[in-house]
């Protein structure tokens, strides 16, 4: 099971990369023909600028939560006993979990809610922008479940 987390994970970076491109390209030609006039303005790249930024911010959220270097506060000490980390990383997961579970059930309401949008300008439709929310859900559910067994492992083994 870890080799095909491994394997998503990596094909999230690639993903990740591609969208960080795809994110430059509209911008830069948006720069390129406010400023300059070399190219001519091009009104769609505002829109797909736009997309790629969601799509970037969520799948960089779904690589940071696998990576374990998403954003966290420190609420409680650190402990020497790997099994108080543990029980500490166990909640947390569980709180990850609960609003992981609710990008999935309102992520599945948006794409209802945008099934026969289309965006104004490149006429894309909209659960394509959409989508992001229950695709990012779905992932935090797997991986964070990934975590809660490794956690429940430690936490769970004969004291040494």
Not at 43 to 52: D, L, V
Not at 145 to 155: G, N
């Amino acid at each position: 099971m870890t080799r095909v987390l491994d394997a998503i994970h990596g094909a999230l970076k690639i993903v990740l990369g591609a969208l960080v491109c795809g994110l430059l390209v509209p911008v830069s030609m948006q720069v390129l023909s406010r400023f300059t006039g070399l190219i001519p303005r091009y009104i769609w790249t505002e829109e797909i600028a736009r997309f790629c930024f969601v799509w970037m911010i969520m799948v960089g959220a779904i690589v940071a939560v696998r990576d374990g270097t998403h954003f966290d506060l420190d609420l409680m000490p650190r402990s020497d006993n790997p099994k108080n980390e543990a029980a500490k990383r166990i909640l947390v997961e569980l709180l990850m979990l609960i609003v992981a579970l609710v990008f999935v059930w309102y992520g599945w309401e948006l794409i209802a809610f945008g099934w026969f949008q289309t965006s104004e300008i490149a006429a894309l439709p909209m659960n394509w922008i959409y989508g992001a929310w229950p695709f990012a859900g779905v992932l935090f559910t797997v991986f964070i479940l990934e975590k809660l067994v490794r956690d429940l492992r430690i936490l769970m083994a004969p004291a040494q």
